[in-house]
């Protein structure tokens, strides 16, 4: 079929020849309005061309800059509301079992959800072959065209949109006590239920997102005609805001995305009658400074390094460095939740998330890399960014060859209560990485990942991820035997654990555990919160993570802004990071025998396979005096010789040189383990 754009005539006729049921009065009244109804009953508006600023400059996001003219130089056919289930349904039948999913979207006339845009992408194929005429999901610029319909305000209603468009319009979580609560009526998503714009849509702000054909990236300076966005990246723009959300998110200018392949309850599409305009995408953007001049083809000479048989400690040195007021897409407010791999080369890179709110849509993955033998660390540039969508809780994996993996959540919309897991991998010491994948697709608990993992000698990936939102309720594992291709939670559907001593749960007590593996081939994990006895809860198990006992280890237990590290070291002791009671400390003796109380973040060491602890330093360079920034939830603090950092989110990894690298929320250590052993302290008395 020759594919072009349909004179709006030949829509009317085509649509009028297909659909019967309409006959010459609908022909009659299309002339009259510019609208068509196809073979399935969808109505379409015809918009003209024009021209437009697309964008939003005063009160917008950083995303939606600069502010830039756009020409749309074809008319086309837009649908007057998104597509609803019975619509839908006529393409993938199979698709009604997906109504009422999580109480939305069950009636016919309601707006279709849980569809991808790969899924919406076919839908289009599957009524251009019906219809014999081209549909498409509109681009960005089209979309944003339409919704304005001439106005130049923040909603096409002006600078406030009317109550009536308001459906559970606050950040909200999942699942959503608050609003089952608050109201026993459900929340219809019907379309075509509020005014429509000046030129005859309706629901394009709020309802549902809806799917569009760009790939997301930058605004560019100048004029465009007939924009397409970028000719690649990981995410699907989408628009219009949904239900759910804050009101500020429906604005007409407001960017969205994610995955392609990514489903939920806030996400429909609309599609347009015609071809996509023959324009050019625009190229990748330059690559930001981690991503920059990074060293191929080299291996670095790790016997040059301190000599590791000598203690070795320097720091602590800041890693986050992003300049002051910083307002999108780094933010200066808030960075927290760090991880931290050694690359190939030589090269350190962490990334963490950066916003003003920890549970904002805002919230981003930031990085920074250490090149090999470099003193600083680099200013954080951007890693990874859902736009509008919380990208919380990143974790990295480096198989000690040439792979690295990033593991990371992605939610819904706002809050860390709804996220999906996504995977990517980087063979070039983690310059450029490969498409996102969903290895958790369902958005929901027990996909938040913990920088804790690890391989197991039979060759398994464990990835940690919290099960639950708040400070207690434990950590599933995700296990790969296919080097991260699939992935099983062995305590999906199980009921919660007790936690009690002696007693056996489907998962590990705690959130944020560390994880590793003994001896034996057990797992052992320390978590936070969940506490058994006054202890920090320590769990083991046999079978690979289907069942956990639990037990009382002999630490103090952690709390809000607190994240510990357990991993086995190249040496092959068990390394514990972890902090002391804020306002008792921890009672030590030291090999000389005078007992020191020392307070905050510490290394202890196991050479039994976590059943003692004889070695226990405070993680400090025993220097005078000083207040230092601990950023995240940390804040300033004071280190001195028995004050170390009091809280922070903690990585860590080990190079083959044996240094151990640790980064907390804002500052970075690196030490070894002749540093750990030296003064060795003995008898934790707290």
């Not at 489907?506 to 006054?534: E, P």
Request: hydrophobic share 35%; glycine share 10%.
């Amino acid at each position: 079929m020759i594919i072009k754009r349909w004179p709006a005539i030949v829509l009317i006729y085509l649509g009028t020849a297909l659909c019967p049921l309409y006959g010459m009065a609908a022909l009659n009244s299309a002339q009259d309005s510019g609208t068509f109804v196809n073979s399935i009953g969808m109505k379409f508006v015809r918009i003209q061309p024009g021209s437009f600023l697309m964008g939003q400059e005063k009160g917008g996001d950083w995303d939606e800059r600069p502010v830039h003219k756009v020409h749309i130089t074809q008319s086309f056919a837009i649908s007057a509301t998104e597509v609803t289930n019975t619509q839908y349904e006529q393409f993938d039948p199979e698709h009604r079992e997906l109504r009422g999913k999580l109480g939305f979207s069950e009636r016919g006339d309601e707006a279709v959800v849980f569809v991808s845009w790969n899924e919406a992408v076919e839908f289009c194929e599957w009524l251009s072959e019906k219809e014999d005429k081209p549909y498409w999901l509109p681009t960005e610029a089209e979309w944003e065209y339409a919704c304005r319909a001439g106005t130049d305000t923040l909603y096409n209603t002006g600078d406030t949109l009317p109550g009536e468009f308001y459906k559970n319009a606050r950040m909200s979580w999942f699942p959503d006590p608050a609003r089952q609560r608050s109201s026993t009526k459900p929340l219809l998503l019907t379309v075509g239920q509020t005014e429509p714009n000046p030129w005859g849509l309706f629901d394009m702000h709020g309802n549902v997102e809806e799917w569009c054909y760009d790939w997301y990236g930058p605004y560019e300076q100048g004029e465009h005609t007939d924009p397409v966005g970028r000719a690649e990246g990981d995410f699907k723009v989408t628009r219009g805001g949904s239900h759910s959300t804050e009101i500020r998110f429906l604005r007409s200018a407001n960017r969205i995305g994610t995955l392609p392949e990514d489903k939920s309850w806030l996400i429909g599409f609309r599609v347009v009658a015609g071809e996509l305009p023959k324009t050019e995408p625009l190229a990748s953007p330059e690559l930001v400074l981690y991503a920059s001049n990074v060293k191929q083809d080299f291996r670095p000479d790790w016997s040059s390094g301190p000599d590791p048989n000598k203690p070795y400690f320097k720091g602590p040195v800041e890693y986050v460095k992003i300049p002051p007021e910083s307002d999108g897409p780094m933010y200066s407010e808030h960075n927290h939740d760090p991880a931290l791999v050694d690359c190939p080369n030589g090269d350190l890179l962490a990334i963490w998330y950066s916003c003003r709110d920890e549970p904002g849509r805002e919230l981003t993955i930031l990085a920074s890399r250490l090149r090999y033998r470099a003193e600083r660390w680099e200013p954080a540039s951007v890693f990874w960014d859902a736009p509008d969508r919380n990208d919380h809780a990143p974790a990295f994996w480096f198989d000690g060859k040439e792979t690295i993996y990033h593991f990371n959540g992605l939610s819904a919309a706002a809050t860390w209560g709804n996220l999906a897991t996504v995977m990517r991998i980087s063979t070039d010491n983690g310059a450029t990485w490969s498409k996102a994948r969903l290895i958790n697709p369902e958005h929901g608990l027990r996909h938040m990942p913990v920088e804790s993992v690890f391989q197991t000698r039979e060759g398994y990936l464990v990835l940690p991820c919290d099960a639950v939102t708040g400070g207690n309720g434990g950590t599933a594992v995700h296990i790969s035997r296919d080097n991260g291709q699939t992935w099983t939670d062995p305590g999906e559907g199980r009921e919660a654990p007790k936690f009690a001593d002696g007693t056996t749960g489907a998962w590990i007590a705690g959130i944020h555990a560390g994880v590793t593996q003994l001896k034996d081939g057990s797992l052992m994990a320390l978590g936070r919160g969940n506490t058994i006895n006054g202890k920090m809860p320590m769990s083991i198990s046999k079978d690979m993570g289907v069942n956990w006992t639990y037990s009382p280890s002999e630490f103090q237990p952690i709390g809000g802004g607190q994240r510990l590290i357990l991993r086995r070291l190249l040496e092959g002791p068990i390394l514990f990071v972890s902090f002391t009671n804020r306002n008792t400390g921890m009672k030590l003796k030291d090999s000389a025998g005078k007992e020191h109380r020392l307070f905050g973040m510490f290394a202890a060491l196991s050479f039994d396979d976590g059943k003692t602890w004889p070695v226990i330093r405070l993680l400090t360079d025993g220097g005078p005096a000083r207040e230092i920034d601990g950023g995240g939830n940390t804040g300033r603090f004071i280190m001195d010789p028995t004050h170390a950092e009091p809280k922070g989110y903690l990585a860590a990894t080990q190079t083959p040189d044996g240094l151990i690298h640790l980064i907390s929320s804002k500052q970075y250590y690196v030490f070894n383990l002749a540093w750990i052993r030296q003064g060795t302290e003995t008898e934790n008395k707290e």
